[in-house]
């Protein structure tokens, strides 16, 4: 494919149904006052952009093809706006993916991560499935120039693992990380980063079971072939988990969880399941005590202070297990499709 100077390589969801086109597209020329054009270095490839992928039931009530995907990144600013002060040309940085109003109750009042006006990038603007993305100034988070590139586009799913594992103090205490997808496993290298006394894993995947051990994990479990509430209280003195992390939206995990969390124990929430939850409200929740927090994004900006912090001491060579160029972007999917990943870099 020869591009012109004015054009730029982009993977788009070009129509409803399965599938992602590689094409061009203009490169974006005319900022607002406070929006930046950013060269993009390394993109990786979320859950939500397999499933706009595969075009699931999610997809087809909420993408409007076309529209060029992605939202996770880190890029070099190339261009900025006539009032954009708090970036400068040269800067390398990733993004808060939740463009939010800051007019609602919710921004207002410091919970913008819950805005009720939000948009995403990628999903409801054009994304980092290309070679240049335009945003505005104030979701930008400045990047330490020395780390790969690879390492800081996935800063904003890390994001989300760091949410949902550091809500709760952690510290010291047993954790359960339930579903090792990428977020889960950086829950799991987060958790040993910050000194959890113990990390229990259940994943059904054994590529993901054995990058959990390798990323911190003390107990393993395959749901599929172990008694799950067994081994969990077997594993914990017959006490239960302080903490569950859940991370993999099934039913079943998350039914579970509720008969292992310990007395006045913590649930932070952000898998989304498919199916209707059933549980024991009186026994499990109220006699219990426990603590449950749904998780929605990143805390703006404390979550991405939080992972700047973390960065350099995590294990990302391993999290971060397949590069492929945007080109190739099919065949990463699949890759992601079979389970046998990690998180997956895509370089312009």
Not at 43 to 65: F, L, N, V
Not at 221 to 236: G, H, Q
Request: with cysteine; net charge neutral.
């Amino acid at each position: 494919m020869i591009l012109t100077k004015d054009e730029m390589l982009v993977a788009i969801k070009e129509k409803p149904g399965t599938g992602i086109k590689i094409t061009t597209k203009a490169i974006p020329q005319e900022l607002s006052d406070n929006e930046v054009l950013i060269k993009v270095l390394a993109t990786a490839i979320c859950g939500t952009d397999y499933h706009i992928y595969s075009w699931d039931e999610w997809s087809q009530k909420r993408i409007k093809p076309p529209i060029t995907m992605g939202h996770e990144f880190a890029g070099e600013v190339i261009k900025v706006g006539k009032n954009v002060n708090r970036v400068k040309l040269g800067d390398i940085v990733s993004a808060e993916t939740h463009i939010v109003c800051d007019e609602c109750e919710f921004c207002r009042s410091g919970k913008g991560h819950i805005c009720q006006n939000t948009k995403i990038i990628g999903v409801d603007t054009d994304g980092s499935f290309a070679e240049y993305v335009k945003l505005p100034a104030q979701n930008l988070v400045i990047n330490d120039k020395n780390v790969d590139p690879r390492f800081l586009s996935i800063q904003e799913p890390l994001g989300n693992a760091v949410h949902t594992i550091l809500h709760f103090d952690i510290i010291g205490r047993t954790v359960a990380i339930v579903g090792c997808g990428p977020i889960g496993l950086m829950a799991v290298n987060i958790a040993k980063a910050v000194g959890a006394s113990k990390i229990i894993a259940l994943e059904v995947n054994e590529y993901r079971r054995n990058l959990a051990k390798e990323l911190g994990a003390d107990v393993i479990i395959n749901p599929l072939e172990e008694d799950v509430i067994s081994r969990v209280l077997e594993a914990t003195a017959g006490l239960g988990v302080d903490v569950v992390g859940e991370f993999s939206g099934n039913k079943q995990a998350i039914e579970q969880a509720f008969k292992y969390v310990k007395l006045g124990g913590k649930m932070s929430m952000l898998g989304i399941p498919s199916r209707n939850i059933e549980i024991d409200l009186s026994n499990d929740v109220v006699f219990k005590g426990i603590t449950i927090y749904g998780v929605t994004g990143r805390i703006m900006y404390d979550n991405w202070h939080q992972v700047k912090g973390l960065i350099k001491h995590l294990d990302l060579e391993k999290i971060v297990t397949h590069t492929f160029k945007l080109n190739e972007v099919e065949k990463a999917m699949e890759v992601m499709k079979s389970g046998n990943s990690g998180k997956i870099a895509l370089l312009p």
